[in-house]
DNA sequence: GAACCATGACAATGACATTGTCAAGATAAA
DNA sequence: TTTATCTTGACAATGTCATTGTCATGGTTC
């Protein structure tokens, strides 16, 4: 049965709807929903209107957590940066993360399920 | 040669006493410590331990101002945005303010040496 | 039909930004 | 000297924000 099917590692790909998001990210549904509001994630919406957060989207949350809670920086200061990312290109963010962990044993934010090898966070959007 | 006052122009010259530069910015005089204590300006001290601000520092409490008040970034998101502009340059805040700004015509603060000398950059208010 | 999702409202909690004051002492300028 | 301003440190009021949580009403999925 185990099947040889390896091909849907798409991190654009839509799945996780949204409790299970909230669980994997380690934060409550209703805050994923204000991130949205925010403008700060734009997940996927099936026929029916129904959140679909993919891979990309979880890593972008995960910046999101780490940014608020690890740097103490507001939702206005992340949507800053998002947009400074979008704008000069895309490194911004790592550089950002080497700095805030100097030493401290943290690990960058990562997708949990399904460890992608690379754990790079990317603007998707 | 008239000496025709020539006031160095310098904008790293230690020149205004808090309660001025409280005044330039609009802030109160404890707000400038208060970012002094965060480490996000450094302003040069008499030999008696007096602040004296720049003009280089008071356009980056002019920055900082703009990002609080205009875009709601706390001083967390601004320290981030400055270890930023540290690392990479120097473009980061220009794009910001194109980007908070759009069409106006003012001009961002810039800590570079080529300031148009009297110009208090009063990014938008 | 039970469990989950959607939106919208409302609220409690804790943290933060800013302003403001008071105190006790040093400095500057008249 | 006198007066105004500066220093640090403490305390507090105000308003805002981030996050979590609940409730209600209704649609969706299994």
Redesign the interface.
């Known amino acids: 049965m185990s099947a040889a099917r390896r091909p849907d590692r798409d991190p654009t790909r839509p799945v996780y709807v949204i409790s299970v998001a909230a669980t994997l990210v380690s934060a409550h549904p209703r805050t994923l929903r204000i991130y949205e509001d925010e403008g700060l994630v734009s997940p996927a919406r099936t026929p029916t209107n129904i959140r679909l957060y993919s891979e990309e989207d979880i890593r972008r949350i995960l910046w999101i957590r780490h940014?608020t809670r690890d740097?103490?920086?507001?939702l206005?200061?992340?949507r800053?940066?998002f947009?400074?990312e979008e704008?000069?290109g895309q490194?911004?963010l790592e550089?950002?993360y080497d700095?805030g962990t100097r030493g401290r044993g943290d690990e960058p934010p990562e997708a949990g399920a399904s460890g992608s090898g690379d754990g790079r966070p990317s603007p998707g959007r």
């Open positions: 940014l740097r103490g920086v507001n206005a200061g992340v800053i940066l947009e400074l704008r000069l490194r911004i550089a950002l700095e």
